[in-house]
């Protein structure tokens, strides 16, 4: 179809707008972002940069605390992502296989998706206190041990109460998302696989796995995504704490930027946390396609 | 009892005992705030309060403060501002994008896929940079337009998918009858997008309600706060937290959050599986 002079302005109204919005308060930063990577840009040098080229990514790259937050955003991506994605599965199929309350069922373990990062964190950060509830509950109700943990001060103990957060809020999206899955599995293939024979795990593996694997991957990219985000939860649960011991990367991004000024620094650290995430889009798109022809 | 009752029973208290397990921190947060606002800690703690203990002094606290009032009352106004505008914004981008071929158009697309993958947060430097160079800090107008270009590449993404499903022969129809392009966006694309404009709705509102790392960068000044700084805001400033002042307030910042959950539910679902489906 030709469009007149009158339809291209028309249609540039409607673009113009978004456009805007999206070039000025995204674009940009994401250029602007780049531009800064590749200079020497902090509190001491803010009028006179210096191009340094891969300078700012050679020394994110070989700083230890930059190491330790990778390591931590990785092991709670490869921890949270499959065990909210296990436990939603399974209570998606759970209230599959029901025939009253389902909606009821639903809405209640959707709630905590809803309930916000900050508040839920503050709620894990309360129980999880060395004087808090679950302490009180591990030494003087079961007595499993004489002294209370302290779960916030170490980083393993630290990072595992992040986790703990990041899979209980993450159960209900999942179990919404599979849920949705699930009912476009045919039914025929669950009865003509009974008369087989199959089992339930058979049933399970062969039949509701590869049914529902387009939202696997979904679910997949997506919560890898959302795993690189963690920022609040640790922020406010450890602060970051002992030392620079729970950090994970954006935290530790937002640490050199805003406490030590090390703006070229965090762009650096910016762009190498974007490269990766895209780099683990497309392998797992690749890894899912992979199976879909073997 | 007949085997198919009996593993129907299995399944409803396998339920019902994760629903328990589910709620406990919602339970806990909400019996808290009912708790008298005592020392740092309570010893030994309870999981619920004892029944002649209950009170409403951390909320009648909360509520007697003009400064949280201000707070809530920036969240709606945050949250409800970047919905309306995001949902114009997005629903013409989508519908161009959906419908016109224009110059530009895949390298928009492009940029609206990258920027679903990259962490939003990353982007905090340059962003701030740009709050400070557009006088925005310490002010609303800090944060609204920054969530609108937040949100617009999902609700982008899943509007156009709306729009793409609405058979062309309407457009068609509408142009034949001399309708122009803004008649065909808004006498038909809207209109029939509208379940997909409502549920990225939905989401756009969560995430400005909630969203905490950007609007604690620009908002420092106690009466600009929204509700999510508010409440964090609890540490740091008395020397001892006063945790049935922090539960009360999030108790409360959730209630619009339930309301807009329960009322909208259908079209909530709707957005979430629309996007799995596909993808």
């Known amino acids: 179809m030709k469009f007149n002079a009158k339809s291209r302005m028309q249609i540039l109204l409607l673009l113009l707008p978004g456009l805007l919005v999206f070039g000025i308060f995204t674009v940009y930063p994401i250029i602007r972002l780049f531009w800064m990577s590749f200079f020497k840009w902090d509190f001491g040098s803010f009028l006179d940069q210096e191009f340094i080229a891969l300078e700012n990514y050679r020394t994110v790259l070989a700083d230890e605390n930059f190491r330790i937050a990778f390591t931590n955003t990785i092991v709670y991506t490869l921890i949270t992502v499959p065990a909210q994605m296990a436990i939603g599965l399974l209570v998606a199929m759970l209230i599959n296989s029901i025939n009253h309350v389902k909606i009821g069922f639903r809405v209640a373990y959707y709630l905590p998706v809803i309930t916000s990062w900050v508040i839920a964190s503050l709620v894990f950060k309360y129980v999880f206190n060395t004087e808090g509830l679950l302490n009180y509950f591990l030494t003087n109700v079961i007595h499993v041990t004489s002294q209370n943990v302290r779960w916030l001060d170490s980083r393993w103990s630290g990072m595992t109460v992040a986790m703990l957060l990041g899979i209980w809020k993450g159960i209900g999206w999942n179990m919404v998302v599979f849920l949705a899955a699930l009912q476009t599995v045919p039914l025929e293939l669950y009865e003509s696989a009974s008369l087989d024979g199959a089992g339930s795990w058979q049933k399970f593996i062969h039949i509701t796995l590869p049914g529902i694997r387009g939202t696997i991957l979904f679910a997949l990219v997506m919560l890898t995504i959302g795993g690189f985000n963690v920022y609040t939860s640790t922020k406010l649960i450890t602060g970051g704490k002992p030392g620079h011991d729970t950090e994970v990367v954006l935290s530790w991004m937002y640490y050199k930027a805003f406490s030590n000024g090390k703006f070229g620094y965090s762009a650096a650290l910016s762009f190498i946390i974007a490269i990766v995430l895209a780099i683990l889009a497309v392998l797992q798109f690749r890894l899912m396609q992979n199976k879909d022809e073997g | ?279």
Request: with cysteine.
């Open chain 2, 1 to 279: 009892m007949s085997k198919r009752r009996l593993s129907q029973l299995v399944i409803y208290i396998l339920l019902i005992a994760g629903l328990v397990v589910v709620m406990m921190p919602m339970i806990y947060m909400v019996s808290t705030s009912l708790k008298p606002n005592g020392a740092l800690y309570e010893y030994p703690p309870r999981f619920f309060p004892k029944l002649r203990e209950i009170t409403l002094e951390n909320y009648a606290y909360i509520l007697g403060q003009k400064k949280f009032i201000g707070n809530f009352g920036n969240s709606i106004l945050v949250s409800v501002l970047t919905v309306i505008l995001s949902a114009i914004v997005s629903s013409a981008l989508a519908f161009c994008i959906a419908r016109f071929k224009f110059p530009g158009r895949s390298l928009l697309f492009g940029f609206i896929i990258l920027t679903m993958i990259i962490p939003g947060t990353t982007m905090i430097v340059p962003q701030y940079e740009l709050a400070v160079k557009l006088n925005t800090i310490n002010s609303i107008w800090g944060l609204i337009p920054f969530y609108v270009a937040w949100v617009i590449p999902y609700s982008t993404f899943m509007i156009k998918g709306f729009v793409e499903n609405i058979p062309k022969e309407l457009d068609e129809a509408t142009y034949m009858d001399g309708g122009s392009i803004l008649v065909v966006f808004f006498n038909v694309a809207i209109p029939l997008a509208k379940p997909g404009i409502a549920s990225v709705s939905i989401f756009n509102f969560l995430t400005a309600w909630e969203e905490f790392p950007w609007a604690n960068t620009v908002i420092n000044d106690d009466l600009k706060r929204t509700l999510p700084i508010a409440i964090s805001g609890f540490f740091g400033q008395h020397q001892f937290t006063q945790w049935g002042y922090v539960f009360a307030l999030s108790v409360l910042s959730l209630i619009p959050i339930l309301i807009v959950f329960i009322s909208c539910q259908r079209f909530f679902v709707q957005g979430l599986t629309a996007g799995s489906v596909k993808g």
